[in-house]
């Protein structure tokens, strides 16, 4: 190769002689069995984020060997190499906790080693954001590759999908109406195949926003993880990845502020997860572009929800898929979008879906003057509980408790939360709000999915489905309820959330977009000054956990750590 900055020449280890630590790479690498021509031809890194924990990224193996067939049949010599990988279920605290360490090792790994455009392979909740935040900062050309959701299970003849079912079941044996032997039964048909949740979760709402923001091949978000489609996605995410080396096309070329609106646009229409405001807003802002909350509030008031697919609807992601995928929901919110962004196959978001197959009737995607809610999912509420935001997925939510004012019963942490919830001596009832405290980026922990508090065991039994419930934390995007998250700033920082006591009256009205208190500004005042920070906790002074607690930002700026953000240059939505 003539560029001395491409290929094997890239990223070279520092020994003061180039030509020597080029002559010890290839004596090293031919150690591999390559030849002089491979290893002259354009590097394409391909993440391996496959682990023994994660059986959502069962299938990353044959998907490697896909995206190699891919690489090589374009001219590219493929490498791949490992990762951190993150499975909601096995992470401790939470596998929020450790999205920004992926993110760094991503980031790293890109640069240190050589590589003239990276593939990406994720599919489990946090690590699709970790790696687009890695490439946001490596600028290295890359594309995503995600895993594909699971295919639906099955029992006694009802359809099943993880993991809206998983707390709809749960909630129901909590409740005394299913035995242990019939949970026990349901358990092992929730998950099975490889791939991502099959709902409207996390996994599933960061595919669709990627394949909007440009950063996925059309068609790569729906397919499910065992379909021959995921494996020729595979192949042809591998040839790309060549052609972006070629063009050299980077992350920040892609990743604009109009297509992170594109991005936030697909978000609302499909009633996506909570978490990915935290996500995309943390990508962004490795990018120097700070998320507009109020502006996307606006766009939520004009894109409405449009899949019918759970935990808003009833569908699941393999009907999207045999619907068409994102270019169906594309084509219903095309005027909403900007058009003209540019995407990793080299075309603007409007050329894609022009060339997409035509569409057909179905049942999934429902056309924009027929929604399956009127606005965008997702609210952004103000008040003095959440000075800097919060949100509520209000598509997934009960409209009777959209406007609500009820009594505080306060858990101080998630310990306490555990400890009372089922007691028959808590003093609760069904028109009460529930407020967990110390849950929050800091306070936890990490922002764990605790905001999707349980229903008291006493008031399920009495048949209660639903309650307005607030918090500093986060909700799985499979979870459905009216459901108060986000708060800012968090408890754990002395914010307002962190002074309501037992009793208080709290008032919701989400078409105002308003979460309040309801006592004087005076008594509020003699709470903040009362008001002492939780004691540290024995692990907080070393480590990892040190740097986070030190590092993490609030919510709205996406979780991330502040030293590895430039500074916000841009806001998005830009309309």
Request: aromatic content about 4%; charged content about 25%; some cysteine.
């Amino acid at each position: 190769m003539s560029d001395p900055k491409r290929g094997m020449r890239r990223a070279l280890t520092s020994y003061g002689d180039e030509a020597f630590s080029l002559f010890l790479r290839k004596a090293f690498i031919k150690a591999m069995g390559y030849t002089d021509d491979a290893l002259d031809r354009p590097v394409i890194g391909i993440t391996n984020t496959f682990s023994g924990y994660n059986a959502c990224h069962r299938n990353v193996p044959e998907l490697i060997e896909a995206v190699k067939r891919g690489v090589m049949l374009a001219g590219g010599l493929p490498i791949e190499f490992p990762t951190i990988s993150l499975h909601e279920s096995f992470s401790h605290p939470t596998s929020m906790y450790l999205r920004n360490l992926m993110s760094i090792d991503v980031e790293e790994m890109i640069r240190a080693q050589p590589m003239d455009a990276v593939v990406l392979i994720g599919g489990c909740d946090k690590t699709v954001p970790a790696l687009l935040m890695g490439a946001a900062s490596a600028n290295t050309p890359a594309i995503v590759l995600v895993t594909g959701p699971m295919i639906t299970g099955s029992h006694r003849g009802e359809r099943l999908g993880a993991c809206t079912d998983c707390r709809r079941f749960w909630g129901k044996y909590r409740a005394g109406e299913l035995d242990e032997r019939e949970i026990t039964e349901i358990n092992g048909a929730l998950a099975p195949s490889a791939g991502t949740c099959m709902v409207m979760g996390t996994a599933s709402t960061m595919a669709c926003m990627t394949e909007a923001l440009g950063m996925m091949l059309p068609g790569g978000a729906a397919a499910p993880a065992v379909h021959a489609d995921r494996l020729r996605a595979a192949e042809a995410t591998g040839a790309r990845a060549v052609g972006l080396a070629k063009d050299r096309l980077t992350p920040e070329q892609i990743m604009t502020p109009r297509a992170f609106e594109n991005a936030l646009r697909m978000l609302l229409a499909i009633g996506g997860s909570t978490n990915a405001i935290v996500h995309i807003a943390a990508v962004a802002g490795r990018l120097g572009i700070e998320v507009d909350l109020e502006a996307f509030d606006r766009l939520g008031r004009d894109t409405p929800v449009l899949v019918d697919l759970k935990p808003t609807g009833q569908h699941y992601m393999e009907d999207l898929f045999k619907a068409g995928g994102v270019t169906t929901i594309l084509r219903e919110i095309r005027p909403l979008l900007n058009e003209d962004c540019l995407t990793v196959n080299g075309r603007t978001l409007g050329e894609n879906i022009d060339a997409a197959p035509a569409p057909f009737p179905q049942d999934v995607v429902r056309p924009f003057a027929d929604p399956i809610f009127r606005e965008g999912g997702i609210a952004v509420l103000r008040g003095n509980i959440a000075p800097n935001g919060a949100i509520i997925k209000q598509s997934a939510a009960n409209p009777t408790l959209l406007q609500h004012t009820g009594r505080a019963v306060v858990f101080a942490s998630l310990e306490d939360l555990a400890e009372r919830i089922d007691s028959d001596d808590l003093d609760v009832a069904a028109d009460d709000v529930l407020v967990l405290q110390s849950a929050g980026p800091k306070g936890a922990p990490g922002m764990p999915e605790s905001g999707y508090l349980p229903i008291p065991r006493k008031l399920a039994r009495q048949g209660v489905k639903d309650m307005v419930r607030i918090s500093d934390a986060r909700m799985s995007g499979t979870a459905f309820g009216t459901i108060v998250l986000h708060v800012s700033p968090e408890s754990a920082m002395g914010g307002p959330l962190a002074l309501i006591r037992n009793g208080d009256l709290i008032k919701l009205d989400t078409e105002a977009r308003r979460i309040d208190l309801l006592i004087d500004e005076k008594e509020l005042e003699a709470r903040r000054l009362a008001w002492q920070p939780p004691p540290p906790r024995a692990e907080d002074d070393r480590g990892y956990r040190k740097l986070f607690l030190e590092s993490v930002e609030q919510a709205e700026r996406g979780c991330d750590f502040d030293f590895l953000k430039p500074p916000a240059t841009t806001r998005t939505p830009t309309r």
